[in-house]
Antibody
Framework: EVQVVESGGGLVQPGGSLRVSCAGS????????MSWVRQAPGKGLEWVSHISDSGYSTYYADSVKGRFTISRDNSKNTLYLQMNNLRAEDTAVYYCAKKRGTSGVYFDYWGQGTLVTVSS | AIQLTQSPSSLSASVGDRVTITCRAS??????LAWYQQKPGKAPNLLIY???SLESGVPSRFSGSGSGTDFTLTISSLQPEDFATYYC?????????FGGGTRVDIK
């Protein structure tokens, strides 16, 4: 059974840092690109970042570019999102999502999400 | 960045109704569009990809159409479990974007 499970969310002060993780299982993790998608409370979905299967290529939304870094460790089947200089508007549930296939970046498996709250 | 505009933002419908949701892209995206269903407190679930391909396990009452800038998601006969919020997402290029969502409520 394919599973992606996020962890590491929590409360952080504005300007602080946090790293969230996503563990994949039940599929060949190193074969698929992965993304982070977030959802602020009561709001819609916002794509945050994507990393290719090898980790060589990364992409970011303008709203997080220069502050967030996506990475992966294929030996540990784990995806990461390092978030620095956090702002109140970064408060959201952060979902890890698996790219469905070899072409087109859309997502067939999502985790349950991890809540990041930025507040003093 | 490509903007996706969904309409309506919400609708009320009855079980058995035919429901159509529209997603308009700010520029042409060929058929690079996916649709998701999200229920409260849950992660999104993929319904349709490449505008009209039905994801495995998704009921056949869901269908998608369109190309270029105008797309639709149709539920042919609304079921109780279909009351949810629906999002479109383009994957023509980066940055990826989602539509604002369409909430489908019980009438």
């Amino acid at each position: 059974e394919v599973q992606v499970v996020e962890s590491g969310g929590g409360l952080v002060q504005p300007g602080g840092s946090l790293r969230v993780s996503c563990a994949g299982s039940g599929f060949s993790f190193k074969t698929y690109g992965m993304s982070w998608v977030r959802q602020a409370p009561g709001k819609g979905l916002e794509w945050v970042s994507h990393i290719s299967d090898s980790g060589y290529s990364t992409y970011y939304a303008d709203s997080v570019k220069g502050r967030f870094t996506i990475s992966r460790d294929n030996s540990k089947n784990t995806l990461y999102l390092q978030m620095n200089n956090l702002r109140a508007e970064d408060t959201a549930v952060y979902y890890c999502a698996k790219k469905r296939g070899t072409s087109g970046v859309y997502f067939d498996y999502w985790g349950q999400g991890t809540l990041v709250t930025v507040s003093s | 960045a490509i903007q996706l505009t969904q309409s309506p933002s919400s609708l009320s419908a009855s079980v058995g109704d035919r429901v159509t949701i529209t997603c308009r892209a700010s520029q042409g995206i060929y058929s690079a569009l996916a649709w998701y269903q999200q229920k409260p407190g849950k992660a999104p679930n993929l319904l349709i990809y490449y505008a009209s391909s039905l994801e495995s396990g998704v009921p056949s009452r869901f269908s998608g159409s369109g190309s270029g800038t105008d797309f639709t998601l149709t539920i042919s006969s609304l079921q109780p479990e279909d009351f949810a919020t629906y999002y479109c997402q383009h994957f023509n290029n980066f940055p990826l974007t989602f539509g604002g969502g369409t909430r489908v409520d019980i009438k």
